[in-house]
């Protein structure tokens, strides 16, 4: 008696992206119907996984392989069976699924953003991720949640493509060199299909130094005097910054470059004694002298400008001298 070969049939099955796992039943005719069957797959070539039951049936699993996939879209993934009668009669067909995309949320992750104290705006990226590469997104940010950012400033400009600029909400002038402070607002990714993710934006300012502003000195004395004590005029934004202050009398200025009028007191003033006596100065009239000073922080910025001394003469009582003769 001549043995008939089975007939495999091809079989469909669907399967969602992120679904449970999909049993197919192998389809196959046998003119022989007394025959006993098993059953063997191919999964060369196959994404998904595949698991032969033994029992004429087959498990597909798409093992997260098609989460790319955004709704409405579809990807196929396909395997063969073989089934065998045991009297050397076998065939071979195809097991077609078809994979059907869901909509993934994206997922908004804690973004961190860098800017100096100097620039005080930068340009960032919200740094979110969408498994539905081909979905399209919108960003939202919130300052009244819960950061430090008021919600009554809007300190994000949309670049219109896909980069935000942020304005921080300070100077941070008291900022040192390496020192630092922080804004944080919150961000909304949604999704073409409503799919929303929330998380926060940390904008770290990092301080530099500010140089000191050596300003123009002015210091009085009268003729009959000739020394005072004096504060050389500057200004530091980095209020905890050291100073040191130096002196030039050979820069440009009246007082002679061998000359050392000043005196350091050790708590930040000066003693400055004048290098004449301006005798001749009558009551009201005025002479000056100049030099220039530097201010350096600890940090070595530095600034220079002039300290200007005016005397002021006095009035000088008459000398009587005796007569003779």
């Given at each position: 008696m001549t043995n008939s070969a089975p007939i495999a049939q091809a079989i469909s099955a669907i399967s969602p992206e992120n679904g449970s796992v999909v049993t197919v039943t192998a389809s196959y005719t046998d003119l022989d119907a007394n025959d006993t069957h098993t059953f063997s797959v191919d999964t060369t070539g196959t994404l998904g996984t595949v698991i032969n039951n033994n029992d004429g049936t087959f498990s597909y699993d798409p093992n997260g392989l098609f989460?790319?996939?955004?709704?409405?879209?579809?990807?196929?993934?396909?395997?063969?069976y073989t089934v065998d009668d045991g009297?050397?009669?076998?065939?071979?067909?195809?097991?077609?699924?078809?994979?059907?995309?869901?909509n993934d949320a994206p997922v908004a992750l804690e973004t961190s953003v860098s800017l100096t104290q100097?620039?005080?705006?930068?340009?960032?990226?919200?740094?979110?991720?969408?498994?539905?590469?081909s979905d399209t997104h919108t960003v939202t940010f919130d300052f009244g949640g819960?950061?430090?950012?008021?919600?009554?400033?809007?300190?994000?400009?949309?670049?219109?493509?896909?980069?935000?600029?942020?304005?921080?909400?300070?100077?941070?002038?008291?900022?040192l060199a390496g020192e630092t402070a922080t804004e944080?607002?919150?961000?909304?990714?949604?999704?073409?299909?409503?799919?929303?993710?929330?998380?926060?934006?940390?904008?770290t300012i990092m301080g530099t130094n500010h140089a000191p502003v050596a300003l123009e000195t002015s210091v009085s004395l009268t003729q009959n005097t000739l020394s005072t004590v004096f504060t050389p005029d500057f200004s530091d934004l980095?209020?905890?910054?050291?100073?040191?202050?130096?002196?030039?009398?050979?820069g440009g200025g009246s007082v002679s470059a061998t000359m050392t009028p000043v005196t350091d007191n050790g708590d930040g003033t000066y003693t400055y004694i004048a290098?004449?006596?301006?005798?001749?100065?009558?009551?009201?009239?005025?002479?000056?002298?100049?030099?220039?000073?530097?201010?350096?922080?600890?940090?070595?910025?530095?600034?220079?400008?002039?300290?200007?001394?005016?005397?002021?003469?006095?009035?000088?009582?008459?000398?009587?001298?005796?007569?003779?003769?």
């Open positions: 989460e790319s996939l955004a709704a409405g879209e579809t990807a196929t993934d396909t395997f063969t009297n050397g009669g076998t065939s071979t067909e195809t097991v077609t699924v078809t994979i059907t995309g869901q100097n620039t005080l705006s930068t340009v960032f990226t919200p740094d979110f991720s969408d498994l539905d590469i819960g950061g430090s950012v008021s919600a009554t400033m809007t300190p994000v400009t949309d670049n219109g493509d896909g980069t935000y600029t942020y304005t921080a909400q300070d100077t941070y002038d008291y900022l944080t607002f919150s961000y909304t990714v949604t999704d073409n299909l409503g799919a929303s993710s929330t998380n926060t934006v940390t904008v980095d209020m905890s910054d050291t100073h040191t202050v130096t002196f030039d009398f050979g290098q004449d006596t301006y005798e001749y100065l009558a009551a009201g009239e005025t002479a000056t002298e100049t030099f220039s000073y530097t201010v350096t922080d600890n940090l070595g910025a530095s600034s220079t400008n002039t300290v200007t001394v005016t005397i002021t003469g006095t009035n000088d009582a008459p000398v009587a001298t005796a007569l003779s003769g």
